[in-house]
């Protein structure tokens, strides 16, 4: 649930970024919080179920939102992503990171049996 809200807000910045004029959607480091490559990560997380060769990618996916999440908590700091939006980012930023931990532990790839 909450990875599904986290990319339908990610959905909705990325197309105020790309699809429209709106000039404060422009740089919007919201979308390292919210990040719509959760998108991706909840439907392959279902089909992940059925076939053990999807849990690779859905842990991959995972660990990308993940990483990308923590990253937004650091961006607000850094030269060149001044938005002054670190409140919003810092709500999203625990549920991002423990939603990533819970899928990347549910679609942890099994080891490869060495000889």
């Known amino acids: 649930m909450a990875g599904a809200l986290l990319g339908a807000i990610g959905a909705v910045l990325l197309f105020l970024r790309y699809?429209?004029?709106?000039?404060?959607?422009?740089?919007?480091?919201?979308?390292?919080?919210?990040?719509?490559?959760?998108?991706?990560?909840?439907?392959?997380?279902?089909?992940?179920?059925?076939?053990?060769?999807?849990?690779?990618?859905?842990?991959?996916?995972?660990?990308?939102?993940?990483?990308?999440?923590?990253f937004g908590l650091v961006a607000p700091f850094l030269p060149g992503f001044r938005q002054g939006s670190f409140a919003v980012i810092a709500f999203a930023t625990p549920i991002g990171i423990a939603a990533a931990w819970v899928i990347r532990e549910r679609c942890r790839p099994d080891p490869v049996p060495t000889a």
Do not use: C, E, S
């Not at 404060?24 to 089909?47: K, R």
């Open 19 to 70: 699809m429209t004029q709106h000039v404060a959607a422009y740089d919007n480091t919201n979308l390292f919080a919210y990040n719509p490559l959760w998108l991706l990560v909840l439907p392959g997380l279902v089909i992940a179920r059925r076939q053990v060769k999807v849990r690779r990618v859905v842990f991959v996916l995972a660990t990308m939102a993940g990483v990308l999440t923590a």
